[in-house]
């Protein structure tokens, strides 16, 4: 089994790191081609830190005090993280952004909806056939308190998780009453009081995504930085926009966070700019990096927050989940001024 590195191992290479693209964009002009800087060029502190920067990163990170420095909502806000095409980093996204604000303050209960499980692998929280899950709440009508479980080493956060019996749902909910408004009710029945619940879907625009969407309030879209995940946003805004006049006139899209950007390519500006040009001011200014730290964390049952919290993958999805929370106070403050 390999090792698992100190939270203040050297930090991971990347490839190219010194190959970084400061070729600019289409769309910028000859004359401010000569001043164009990518804004994921590193500097030499930010691609080579000291280990005094990357141990300072991690206690930031891993908030060993526990003080409350991520602003607390004062409702709870339930997001849910959507987007039909496989392999963009919802699990990921939604492991990560729950684990930082967990440790950070904030109550936080994820649900994961996907049969394959990843988000309960993700926080190490069995999920083999006969624990209770999702599914049973689904189908049985079993209490969400009865399925939510502790996540271990993460103060502040639980987890509803998925066994393999949740594949079977999207038929067995077709013959039950009110099926797009089951998950939406054992929500509402929970006895406790969670700041964020964060609802991990399936890759797809089936009844269990539907479930989500009534559930929640807001819509949380990872976009990857290629090209194919351009293509089919357009029909998960119409997904939405369909379930907000028949099923939740709450729900909105409040949030885009983009990912896998790599540096190296103007493919990845170019999404940028042409995601940031039609969703404004809700693409988080937060950026996800390509980072090997991230892909290596599941495999020990761990987020990248508590698996190398000193790592670039880390720190961009602290910030991330900052800015999540940062959002949501200001969104509160407006909406009661």
């Known amino acids: 089994?390999?090792?698992?590195?100190?939270?203040?191992?050297?930090?991971?290479?990347?490839?190219?790191?010194?190959?970084?693209?400061?070729?600019?964009?289409?769309?910028?002009?000859?004359e401010s081609a000569s001043t164009y800087v990518s804004r994921e060029t590193p500097t030499r502190e930010e691609d080579d830190p000291p280990l005094a920067m990357e141990a300072m990163r991690a206690v930031q990170i891993l908030n060993p005090s526990g003080e409350v420095s991520m602003p607390r909502p004062d409702r709870t806000r339930v997001m849910c993280v959507a987007n039909?095409?496989?392999?963009?980093?919802?699990?990921?996204?939604?492991?990560?952004?729950?684990?930082?604000?967990?440790?950070?303050?904030?109550?936080?209960?994820?649900?994961?909806?996907?049969?394959?499980?990843?988000?309960?692998?993700?926080?190490?929280v069995p999920h083999h056939t006969g624990v209770p899950d999702v599914?049973?709440?689904l189908i049985d009508s079993v209490p969400l308190e009865?399925?939510?479980q502790t996540v271990e080493g993460i103060p502040n956060l639980w987890c509803v998780p998925a066994t393999i019996d949740l594949a079977g749902a999207e038929i067995e909910l077709v013959s039950v009453v009110a099926r797009e408004s089951r998950l939406a009710r054992a929500i509402a029945g929970f006895p406790g009081h969670f700041d964020?619940?964060?609802i991990d879907c399936p890759p797809s625009l089936g009844l269990l995504t539907v479930n989500a969407l009534v559930a929640a309030q807001e819509v949380l879209i990872?976009?990857?930085?290629?090209?194919?995940?351009?293509e089919g946003l357009n029909q998960l805004i119409n997904n939405i926009n369909l379930v907000r006049q028949h099923l939740n006139p709450k729900l909105e899209v409040s949030t885009i966070l983009l990912t896998m950007y790599d540096r190296r390519t103007r493919l990845a500006d170019a999404v940028e700019q042409d995601v940031r040009n039609h969703f404004g001011d809700k693409v988080l200014q937060a950026v996800i990096p390509r980072n090997v730290r991230v892909s290596e964390a599941p495999s020990y049952g761990q987020s990248v927050m508590?698996?190398?919290?000193?790592?670039?993958?880390?720190?961009?999805?602290?910030e991330a989940a900052q800015e999540i929370a940062e959002r949501g106070v200001r969104e509160s403050v407006s909406r009661n001024a």
């Open 1 to 30: 089994m390999p090792q698992q590195p100190t939270p203040y191992a050297v930090p991971d290479a990347d490839p190219g790191a010194g190959i970084p693209s400061d070729t600019p964009p289409a769309g910028y002009g000859a």
């Open 135 to 137: 599914y049973d709440c």
């Open 196 to 198: 964020y619940i964060f």
């Open 146 to 148: 009865e399925v939510a």
């Open 306 to 318: 508590t698996y190398d919290p000193g790592s670039r993958g880390a720190t961009s999805y602290f």
């Open 84 to 124: 039909q095409k496989g392999g963009v980093g919802k699990t990921t996204t939604t492991v990560n952004l729950a684990v930082a604000l967990a440790l950070h303050g904030n109550r936080v209960l994820v649900v994961d909806l996907d049969p394959q499980g990843n988000a309960s692998t993700g926080l190490n």
């Open 222 to 230: 990872p976009i990857q930085c290629e090209y194919y995940a351009l």
